[in-house]
C-alpha cells in the first residue's frame, strides 16, 4: 500500500468538510481512504502521501491530471486560494451545506440538526468579492503553460498549491480581487523586474522583492497598496519612480502606497516585521457595512469579504433579537475586536446597552475610534481578558441577557469557553468561522445547559473550501 512520499494518482469521488475531496482505493480490506485538500469530485489528481494511518492517508495536491466534468473552464486564471472557481456556484454551495452539517452533527452529537438548520446565505458577490489580497515573489517559478519549474525567475503572484517556495505569476484576474488591479499586475511585474532588483529566493531568504500587499474599499472603489522589500539592494531602488508608475495606471482609484522595508526571514507580509513609510497618499481607507464607516489600515482585521459580513451580522442580530431583552439587562460582544458587531447592533435597537470585551488592547482602541466616528454612544468598550472581567466589573454579575461570540478561527479555548458559561447569560449567539470548532463548542454548551435552536451558514468565501455559521443557543429553563 502506500508510503509517506509516494507520488500516486487518485481519483475523487467525494467532498468532506473544508473542501477535503476524497478518494477510495479498493484494497483486499476493502476500500482505503486518502483525503485531498481542494479537489473536488471527478477530478483524477496527481497527490504527495504525506500521513498514512491504517485506515486513511492525507495527501497534498500536486495537479489535475483530468477535470470533473462538472467544472466550467472560464477566462479567469485558477490560484492557490480558489480552487474552485471552475465549480458552479450552486454546486459548490451544495457540498458546503452537505459536509458542514455533516461535521457538525457528528462533533456536536447532535442528531437532529437539519430540524435546527434555518438557512444558506450566499455571497451577493460571487467573483470580486475579496477587499485584501496579498501576492507573493519569487525566482522560482512554476511555468503554467509548460509545467516546469524555472530558476533565476522574476515571478509576481500566488505559491503554488502544496509550495512554499514556488509562485505561478498572474497573468490575468483570477476572479476573486479586484479585476484592474488583476489586470494591470503583469505589467508591475515587468516595471520591477526592469529595475534589474532580485525576486525573493525563499530558501536562500535572500533577494529584493518580497510582497505586494492591496486592500480595497468597495465604498470609495480605491486601493491602498504595500510593497514589502528587504535593506539588500535599497539604495539602488527609485520608489518614487515606482508610485509614479502606480499613479499613472490607477489614477485616483490608488488612495495610499506604502513601502515596507522587512529583513525578518519569516515569510510574512506584516508590517510589524519591518519599518514601514507612506510614499504616497494616504495610509487609510474607509469601507461602509450596514451604513457605518470604518478606517481600514493595511494591517486592520476587517471582514474580507464585506457585503457578505452584511448578510452574516444582520443574520446574527436578528437571532439577538428574537429574544427580548430585559430592562437594565445588557448585551456582551466578547472577541469584539474592533467593535464592527456592537456598532450595528446599536443602530439597530439604540436603548440596549452593549458591552464590548477584547483581550487586544490595540483593537478595543479602534473600536472606540470607529464609534466616535460613526457618532455612537452607549457602548462601552474594555480591554480584558474574558475570565477575569466580572471581578474586575462585578456590576455585570446577573445582569447578562446574551453574549455574542465571534472567535478567531482556532475557536474558544475550552477555559475560556467554560468561563463564557459562567457568565450567565440567557442567550448566545455564536458566530464561528470554523464549524468544526463551533461544533465542539456546541457539545460543552449543551452538558452546561444551553440548547442549539437554530443554525444558519453563510458563504463568506465562494470559490474556497470555507464556510462561516451562526448558531443561536438558548439557556435551557431548568438550568442556572
Excluded at 539592494?233 to 508608475?245: K, Y
Excluded at 463548542?441 to 468565501?461: C, H, M, P, R
Aim: proline share 4%; with cysteine.
Amino acid at each position: 500500500m502506500f508510503q509517506r512520499g509516494d507520488i500516486v494518482e487518485l481519483e475523487i469521488s467525494d467532498y468532506a468538510f473544508g473542501g477535503r475531496g476524497i478518494a477510495k482505493v479498493e484494497t483486499e480490506d476493502g476500500h482505503y481512504i486518502v483525503f485531498v485538500d481542494n479537489t473536488f469530485p471527478g477530478q483524477l489528481v496527481k497527490a504527495k502521501i504525506e500521513k498514512k494511518r491504517k485506515r486513511h492517508a492525507e495527501a497534498k495536491f500536486q495537479d489535475v491530471i483530468r477535470r470533473s466534468k462538472d467544472e466550467v473552464i472560464s477566462s479567469f486564471q485558477e490560484i492557490s486560494g480558489g480552487p474552485y472557481i471552475y465549480v458552479p456556484i450552486a454546486l459548490q454551495e451544495e457540498h458546503k451545506k452537505k459536509s458542514t452539517l455533516e461535521v457538525f452533527s457528528r462533533i456536536s452529537n447532535i442528531r437532529d440538526l437539519n430540524d435546527r438548520f434555518d438557512e444558506f446565505i450566499s455571497s451577493p458577490n460571487h467573483y470580486y468579492y475579496r477587499n485584501k489580497m496579498e501576492y507573493s515573489f519569487s525566482t522560482i517559478e512554476h511555468d503554467l503553460e509548460t509545467g516546469e519549474e524555472k530558476d533565476e525567475a522574476f515571478a509576481l503572484g500566488f505559491k503554488r498549491r502544496g509550495t512554499w517556495w514556488k509562485v505561478e505569476s498572474l497573468n490575468k484576474p483570477s476572479g476573486m480581487f479586484d479585476e484592474q488591479w488583476e489586470t494591470i499586475l503583469k505589467d508591475i511585474r515587468i516595471f520591477l523586474q526592469n529595475t534589474g532588483l532580485p525576486a525573493w529566493h525563499p530558501p536562500k531568504k535572500e533577494g529584493f522583492f518580497r510582497h505586494i500587499v492591496v486592500r480595497k474599499s468597495f465604498e470609495q472603489d480605491q486601493l491602498l497598496l504595500n510593497l514589502v522589500t528587504s535593506s539588500v539592494g535599497l539604495e539602488d531602488f527609485d520608489v518614487e519612480a515606482f508610485a509614479s508608475f502606480l499613479k499613472e495606471k490607477l489614477g485616483n482609484r490608488l488612495a495610499g502606497f506604502q513601502h515596507t522595508v522587512n529583513d525578518n526571514v519569516a515569510d510574512r507580509a506584516k508590517i510589524e516585521n519591518g519599518q514601514w513609510k507612506l510614499v504616497y497618499g494616504e495610509p487609510i481607507v474607509i469601507e461602509k457595512l450596514l451604513g457605518l464607516n470604518f478606517e481600514i489600515s493595511m494591517e486592520s482585521f476587517f471582514q474580507t469579504n464585506p457585503k457578505s459580513a452584511e448578510k452574516l451580522y444582520t443574520k446574527a442580530l436578528d437571532y439577538v433579537f428574537e429574544e427580548e431583552i430585559p430592562t437594565g439587562k445588557v448585551v456582551m460582544d466578547l472577541f469584539c475586536g474592533t467593535g464592527t458587531i456592537g456598532q450595528i447592533l446599536s443602530t439597530r435597537k439604540g436603548d440596549v446597552e452593549i458591552v464590548g470585551v477584547d483581550i487586544v488592547a490595540e483593537a478595543i482602541e479602534d473600536a472606540k475610534r470607529n464609534c466616535k466616528r460613526n457618532g455612537i454612544k452607549g457602548i462601552n468598550f474594555y480591554a480584558a481578558d474574558v475570565g477575569k472581567f466580572l471581578k474586575e466589573h462585578p456590576e455585570y454579575i446577573g445582569n447578562i441577557s446574551t453574549i455574542i461570540l465571534d472567535p478567531p478561527r482556532a475557536g474558544i479555548a475550552p477555559k475560556t469557553l467554560l468561563k463564557t458559561i459562567d457568565l450567565g447569560a440567557e442567550n448566545i449567539v455564536y458566530i464561528s468561522c470554523n464549524p468544526s470548532t463551533q461544533a465542539r463548542d456546541a457539545e460543552t454548551l449543551s452538558k452546561a445547559g444551553y440548547e442549539l435552536e437554530k443554525i444558519s451558514l453563510v458563504d463568506q468565501f465562494p470559490h474556497t473550501g470555507h464556510i462561516e455559521s451562526i448558531a443561536k443557543f438558548k439557556r435551557r429553563k431548568n438550568e442556572g
